[in-house]
C-alpha cells in the first residue's frame, strides 16, 4: 500500500466479461497506474502496452479514491448483494488496473479472504503477484518480460504485432485465452474489432490449445 491508502480508479459490481470464469458475479476493484503505459493518450506511442481499453488514471471513477486497507475491504463488501436466501454463492473480488501488483499486498488479499471473498486477478505478470491469491489470469504484452510464470489461466490479446501465442505458450497455466483485441483510444467503441475476431478464431481452429475469450460485458453493454 502507498503510503495514504490504495489508490483505486473505481470499483463497481458486474459479471466478470472474460476467461474461464466469464458470467460469474464479481466485485471488481480497479486500482490506478501501470507500470506499462503511463495512461495518456499522447504517452501510447511510447509505452510497451500500446492497445489498453481502460482509463486508468486518477481515483475519479465510480466508487474510485483513496482506501486503507478495511475501508477497502468494506467497500467491497458493501457492493455485494446481501441476500439471506443464497448461502451457496461466495463472494467474488476481482483486483484489476491498470497493474494491480503496482499496490496489492499478501495482507489486502488475506483481509479480503478473511471477510469471505474469493481473490482474483488479472495482471500483466511482469511484477510478482502476492502468492495467497486464489486465481491469477496473466496477460501478457508486447516486449514486456514475464515473471508470473505459473497461473491460472493465460489470457492474450490478440494479434498484436510483435508478441505471438507460441512465445507464450511456455507459461504454466490451466487453460489458454485468446482476447480479440477491441478498440481503444481516442474512439474507444467499446467494439471488439470485427477482424481480430475472425483472426482469433481461425488461430483457436489451428492451435486448439488455445480458446476463444470475448469481452461478454462489451456485447452485454454492462460496463
Ligand atoms: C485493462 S487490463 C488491467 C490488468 C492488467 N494490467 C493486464 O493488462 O492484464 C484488463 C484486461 O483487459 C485486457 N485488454 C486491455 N486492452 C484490451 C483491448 N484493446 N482489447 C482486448 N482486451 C484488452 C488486458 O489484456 C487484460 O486482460
Ligand atoms: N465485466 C468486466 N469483466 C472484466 N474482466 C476483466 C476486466 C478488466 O478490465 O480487467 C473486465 C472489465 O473491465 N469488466
Ligand atoms: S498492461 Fe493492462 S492496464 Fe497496463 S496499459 Fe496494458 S492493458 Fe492497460
Ligand atoms: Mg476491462
Given at each position: 500500500m502507498a503510503k495514504s491508502g490504495f489508490n483505486v480508479k473505481?470499483?463497481?459490481?458486474?459479471?466478470?466479461?472474460?476467461?474461464?470464469?466469464?458470467?460469474?458475479?464479481?466485485?471488481?476493484i480497479r486500482f490506478s497506474k501501470c507500470n506499462?503505459?503511463?495512461?495518456?493518450?499522447?504517452?501510447?506511442?511510447?509505452?510497451?502496452?500500446?492497445?489498453?481499453?481502460?482509463?486508468i488514471v486518477g481515483t475519479?471513477?465510480?466508487?474510485g479514491g483513496t482506501y486503507n486497507q478495511?475501508a477497502l475491504?468494506?467497500?467491497?463488501?458493501?457492493?455485494?448483494?446481501?441476500?439471506?436466501?443464497?448461502?451457496?454463492?461466495?463472494?467474488?473480488?476481482?483486483f484489476?488496473g491498470g497493474e494491480p501488483a503496482l499496490q496489492l499486498t499478501?495482507s489486502l488479499?488475506?483481509?479480503?479472504?478473511?471477510?469471505?471473498?474469493?481473490?482474483?486477478?488479472?495482471?500483466?505478470?511482469?511484477l510478482?503477484?502476492?502468492?495467497?491469491?486464489?486465481?491469477?489470469?496473466?496477460?501478457?504484452?508486447?516486449?514486456?518480460?514475464?515473471?508470473?510464470?505459473?497461473?491460472?489461466?493465460?489470457?492474450?490479446?490478440?494479434?498484436?504485432?510483435?508478441?505471438?501465442?507460441?512465445?507464450?505458450?511456455?507459461?504454466?497455466?490451466?487453460?489458454?485465452?485468446?482476447?480479440?483485441?477491441?478498440?481503444?483510444?481516442?474512439?474507444?467503441?467499446?467494439?471488439?474489432?470485427?477482424?481480430?475476431?475472425?483472426?482469433?478464431?481461425?488461430?483457436?481452429?489451428?492451435?486448439?490449445?488455445?480458446?476463444?475469450?470475448?469481452?461478454?460485458?462489451?456485447?452485454?453493454?454492462?460496463?
Amino acid at each position: 500500500m502507498a503510503k495514504s491508502g490504495f489508490n483505486v480508479k473505481e470499483a463497481f459490481y458486474t459479471l466478470q466479461g472474460e476467461g474461464a470464469r466469464a458470467g460469474r458475479a464479481s466485485v471488481f476493484i480497479r486500482f490506478s497506474k501501470c507500470n506499462l503505459w503511463n495512461g495518456k493518450e499522447s504517452g501510447r506511442g511510447a509505452a510497451v502496452c500500446q492497445f489498453c481499453d481502460t482509463d486508468i488514471v486518477g481515483t475519479d471513477g465510480q466508487n474510485g479514491g483513496t482506501y486503507n486497507q478495511q475501508a477497502l475491504v468494506e467497500l467491497a463488501l458493501s457492493l455485494w448483494p446481501q441476500l439471506t436466501d443464497d448461502t451457496k454463492s461466495k463472494p467474488y473480488v476481482v483486483f484489476t488496473g491498470g497493474e494491480p501488483a503496482l499496490q496489492l499486498t499478501e495482507s489486502l488479499v488475506s483481509d479480503f479472504q478473511q471477510a469471505g471473498f474469493e481473490c482474483a486477478v488479472e495482471s500483466n505478470g511482469t511484477l510478482p503477484l502476492p502468492t495467497n491469491l486464489d486465481w491469477v489470469c496473466i496477460s501478457p504484452k508486447g516486449t514486456s518480460e514475464i515473471v508470473v510464470k505459473q497461473c491460472d489461466e493465460l489470457k492474450l490479446v490478440y494479434p498484436q504485432v510483435d508478441l505471438s501465442p507460441d512465445a507464450v505458450s511456455g507459461i504454466s497455466a490451466s487453460y489458454f485465452y485468446l482476447s480479440p483485441m477491441a478498440d481503444y483510444g481516442e474512439q474507444n467503441s467499446g467494439m471488439i474489432i470485427r477482424e481480430n475476431m475472425q483472426a482469433a478464431t481461425q488461430y483457436c481452429l489451428d492451435h486448439p490449445q488455445w480458446r476463444m475469450s470475448l469481452q461478454t460485458h462489451k456485447l452485454l453493454g454492462i460496463d
